[in-house]
């Protein structure tokens, strides 16, 4: 049961990161036997925004795409399914084309990208794979005609390039990745949703109230985070709420006496939260600049 949170978590978090890029269509279905592609990308043809911010996973995304995450090893049938389904979505792909009268040498047919978080030497050399020179390790390319690659997450170097892949993994290369994750400022792309999505899964995770050891550890590897981000949340609140009264009090003395000075507005915004309190109530006994000029020597704390 616990796997379907997995992939649900894996499809969410790429179409979060994939979005400002493209277009993402998540669960897309294809003919034949109705075999739903986990993720189906497309870049916007005139890219502005710098997807180099995804490391390797943006590279990945440079062209139209097919990704495919398993949670656990993909086995030897679900590579050949994955390559089904890609070569269904060439076939409709094709025949859209005919009907449009496009050139079929203009369709971009997108390539596959099977992301598993191991895999043995076995599964790899049954698929004829092949390693690039400029390629990182990890990565191994099959047939050139089938536009098709396995990406080891497990076997990618722990570096910021790879960063947004290892999140994908298990065991301990997820856990070093939100380590890493973790050590990033906020404000950096892809921080705060992408914490925002590890804390659902979380939450999914101990209402399903997985037995697993790796599901527990990961449970209890993201508390302490999620604690964390709830008190900081906190803190901005109590922050914006502070901002909100100074702008008030400063509106109040404007209209109470007459419009204040930069360098008094800057000695309201350094009050404490106890002396803007009181200002609040002094003011009301204001009747020139000179009374609040009065006041701030007193209470300033400066």
């Not at 590579?79 to 060439?90: A, F, G, P, T």
Request: proline share 5%; charged share 25%.
């Amino acid at each position: 049961m616990t796997r379907f949170i997995h992939d649900q978590f894996a499809k969410d978090y790429l179409e979060e990161l994939l979005k400002p890029f493209g277009e993402v269509q998540a669960a897309s279905q294809v003919a034949g036997e109705i075999r739903e592609i986990d993720v189906l990308f497309t870049p916007f043809p005139n890219q502005t925004t710098n997807v180099e911010l995804l490391g390797l996973l943006g590279k990945l995304a440079t062209t139209p795409a097919i990704f495919e995450p398993f949670r656990n090893p993909a086995s030897t049938e679900e590579i050949c399914d994955c390559l089904l389904k890609s070569l269904e979505v060439r076939g409709a792909l094709r025949r859209a084309a005919k009907r449009e009268q496009t050139n079929k040498t203009k369709i971009e047919i997108p390539k596959l990208w099977i992301l598993t978080p191991t895999a043995s030497r076995n599964i790899i050399s049954g698929f004829s794979e092949t390693t690039k020179p400029d390629s990182l390790p990890g990565i191994y390319y099959l047939a050139k005609s089938l536009q098709a690659a396995i990406v080891v997450i497990h076997q990618l170097p722990q570096t910021q390039e790879t960063l947004w892949l290892r999140l994908l993994g298990r065991g301990t290369v997820q856990k070093r990745a939100i380590d890493e994750l973790a050590a990033l400022p906020l404000n950096q792309p892809y921080v705060k949703i992408t914490l925002e999505l590890l804390y659902n899964l979380q939450k999914n995770l101990k209402i399903n109230q997985s037995s697993q050891t790796e599901d527990q550890e990961l449970i209890m590897r993201l508390a302490p985070l999620y604690q964390q981000d709830r008190e900081l949340a906190k803190q901005e609140g109590l922050q914006e709420g502070l901002q909100k009264e100074k702008r008030l009090i400063i509106r109040q003395l404007n209209r109470r006496i007459e419009e204040i000075d930069s360098l008094l507005i800057q000695k309201v915004q350094e009050l404490t939260v106890e002396k803007l309190e009181e200002l609040g109530e002094a003011l009301l006994d204001f009747t020139s600049v000179t009374d609040l000029e009065t006041w701030l020597q007193h209470n300033s704390i400066n």
